[in-house]
């Protein structure tokens, strides 16, 4: 089975541009989260999706949002993008929603620099 | 304010040798502890899920323990490799709501030969 897909692994974009990353589950897997990487702050909950409805979200800004479709597959957009932004940014996927008892699956994350 | 602190917050062992690292939660109520490892680069991999029954849990040379009374756990990792520097990450699952993850900022552990 193949595991949590995430593109592209790296970006470099400019500040006040946006972006756009992808995340595709492990096949069977409903659940997505989505996860801010910094060394200074460590991995934080941006939001999760289960069955195409947010779930859960955590204390981000409005410009950063999200969505998933029919097919789990699901995308994370940034607008505005400040120089605070660069990270890693982290997807993962389980069969239920995320935070119960069902294992997490993370992607090999998106690696965005804002200049 | 539910929190997850862990401890050291970096460590060097040599190769061969057994380590302990901490992880105290103030997280209530409380559903499950998970032991993340992620290598440099990379996401992070789930070593065990404990829920608050579970007073401990192994997978292969890693070895989890939980005490709910005190709301602290903690990863052994015995006769450790070099493929064992990595960081580790505890994350604590809120039973309120939609369960929100809430993650410690982790263990950075470097195994020297």
């Known amino acids: 089975k193949a595991g949590v897909t995430q593109t592209p692994r790296y970006l470099i974009k400019t500040r006040g541009q946006q972006v756009t990353l992808s995340c595709s589950p492990i096949?069977?897997?409903?659940?997505v989260s989505w996860y801010q990487q910094t060394p200074g702050q460590g991995l934080q909950f941006l939001f999760e999706y289960f069955s195409e409805t947010q779930r859960n979200k955590g204390n981000f800004p409005g410009r950063f949002s999200g969505r998933q479709f029919s097919n789990s597959r699901s995308e994370m957009n940034v607008s505005t993008l400040e120089l605070g932004d660069s990270a890693l940014y982290l997807c993962?996927?389980?069969?239920?929603?995320?935070?119960?008892?069902?294992?997490?699956?993370f992607g090999p994350g998106t690696r965005l620099t804002v200049l | 304010k539910n929190q997850v602190e862990q401890s050291p917050q970096s460590l060097i062992i040599l190769e061969g040798k057994n380590c302990t690292l901490q992880?105290?939660?103030?997280?209530?109520?409380?559903?499950?502890l998970r032991w993340y490892k992620q290598d440099t680069g990379r996401g992070p991999v789930s070593l065990t899920i404990?829920?608050?029954?579970?007073n401990t849990k192994s997978n292969g040379r890693y070895t989890a323990t939980l005490d709910a009374d005190t709301k602290q756990s903690s990863l052994h990792i015995t006769a450790s490799q070099l493929s064992d520097s990595a960081s580790y990450i505890c994350v604590v699952s809120d039973a309120g709501g939609y369960n929100k993850l809430i993650f410690g900022a982790g263990t950075r552990l470097a195994v020297h030969p």
């Open positions: 096949s069977g897997h409903r659940s």
């Open positions: 404990m829920t608050f029954s579970e």
């Open positions: 993962a996927s389980s069969l239920g929603q995320g935070s119960s008892y069902n294992e997490q699956f």
């Open positions: 992880c105290n939660y103030t997280v209530s109520p409380f559903s499950n």
